[in-house]
């Protein structure tokens, strides 16, 4: 079964600054997807960055982006240029290609300072 | 599409009493997940199924969850009885294909058992 761990349960950083958020994963599988969730207080799981495992190249979306490093098995998300709406939850998942069983980490909560 | 639909989006009840959640998936996604999320626990997966067909209920608590997919277009996660350490939000989520695609949340039942 795969596992997936955030160390990190609260994070702040300023308005502007940027912060790195950590998650490793245990696995057996070869072929993966990684994901960052973001959750802000109305609930809704957002869909922030996804990796795909076989990609050596890191992901970016816009001010976030990952240093996937498979053999370490980690995927850290890093936000440049914190806005105060980036406030919320951040979740690491994992799911294996072959199915979609995906699975959470505990969570990060960030939140930014003005 | 309107996305995936929870309902109720709060429930309270009084331990003992059976809790029926509801699900509609975005039409012509073949996977639907439950998730629970908790403080202590954070998301943990349920049950899951593909085209209806459950394909791994390892996450269900107990035998006072059940969950079921009569069609394509709705699934229900029932609790009977209800306890208090059931309180969570319960989280429905659907996507199309393998674990490349992302999941679509509904925006969760918030339930507390008295």
């Known amino acids: 079964a795969q596992t997936v761990t955030q160390s990190q349960p609260e994070m702040s950083v300023q308005e502007a600054e940027t912060v790195t958020l950590s998650c490793t994963y245990d696995t057996s599988e070869n072929n993966y997807y990684l994901f960052w969730y973001k959750q802000p207080p109305s609930r809704q799981m957002i869909l922030v960055i996804r990796q795909e495992a076989y990609k050596q190249q890191n992901a970016t979306e816009n001010r976030f982006s990952v240093n996937f490093q498979k053999a370490a098995k980690s995927f850290s998300l890093k936000i440049s240029d914190s806005q105060l709406g980036d406030t919320a939850m951040y979740f690491c998942?994992?799911?294996?290609?072959?199915?979609?069983?995906?699975?959470f980490g505990a969570g990060t909560r960030l939140t930014v300072k003005p | 599409d309107a996305g995936v639909i929870q309902s109720p989006r709060h429930e309270v009840t009084e331990m003992g009493q059976e809790v029926t959640l509801r699900c509609k998936p975005i039409?012509?996604?073949?996977?639907l997940f439950w998730y629970r999320q908790t403080m202590m626990r954070g998301l943990e997966l349920l049950i899951y199924f593909n085209n209806n067909v459950p394909i791994d209920d390892s996450g269900m608590p107990e035998d006072r969850f059940s969950a079921k997919m009569p069609n394509a277009s709705f699934s229900t996660l029932k609790i009977q009885p209800s306890e208090p350490r059931d309180s969570a939000v319960y989280f429905c989520?659907?996507?199309f294909g393998t674990g490349r695609e992302k999941l679509f949340f509904g925006s969760g039942t918030q339930l507390s058992v008295l």
């Open positions: 998942a994992f799911a294996p290609i072959r199915n979609n069983d995906m699975r």
């Open positions: 989520a659907s996507s």
């Open positions: 039409s012509g996604h073949d996977y």
